[in-house]
């Protein structure tokens, strides 16, 4: 395998740094476009919910222990069929079950007794007014199945005042990024393809032949 001179991979880089620099702005360009004018925002909101014990006025450890166990259980009752499309339906969306049922998420805050339901939509205000409703259809709907009345709001949701799928600085760093390794790749493929003989050390190298005489490049001027 051929030796790769560093000093002339550097000496083609910057002959190309040119054409570098300009395909990595229209790949930025393309980015910010891509950003601004396509790419269709997306908003979040969460609705809080917590497992309280049944009309006690002491929490005892098989309270706790009960609820914990629960928790995984219930997390899937909030997203199922059933409580999304009473949700659905009592919104008047136009809108399927399964196409919701994508844009609902349903988790355990870690080592607590408290769930998370959020609700993510092109509509800021739609994906709040969803949130709270599947929190409070879901409360019902325990008190249905389990005859228990352990499940209360916590906190209901807030609007979101920016798109969680929008980052524009972070599309044009990355864009720049790319970029970049593309253009390093292109004078890299530019320099291992490139068979052409440079100086007339090389041609001692690749053809082990002497060289016998050089010939000076004419300097094109106004001759005397």
Known sequence: MEEIDLKE???????KL?????????????????????????????STVVLSTSGTSSITYTDVNVNNNLVSTYSEIAKSRSVLQESIDEL???????SLAKKVSVSQVSDTEIITITVSNK?????????DKIAEIFTSRIKDIYNMDNVRVLDNA????????????????????VGL???FAYVFILYTFDTTIKTPEEVEMKLQ???LGRIPEEKRGKRK
């Open 123 to 131: 509509d800021a205000e739609t994906a709040r007014i969803l949130a």
């Open 181 to 183: 390794l593309l253009g």
């Open 18 to 46: 040119v054409k570098i620099i300009i395909f990595t702005l229209v790949i930025v360009l393309f980015g910010a476009i891509y950003v601004s004018f396509i790419k269709v925002p997306e908003y979040k909101s969460s």
């Open 209 to 211: 032949l002497p060289i």
């Open 158 to 177: 807030v609007k979101a005042d920016t798109p969680y799928n929008i980052n524009f600085i972070k599309t044009l760093t990355i864009c720049a990024l």
């Open 92 to 98: 008047n969306l136009d809108i399927d079950y399964e």
């Open 9 to 15: 991979l550097w000496n083609l880089f910057k002959t």
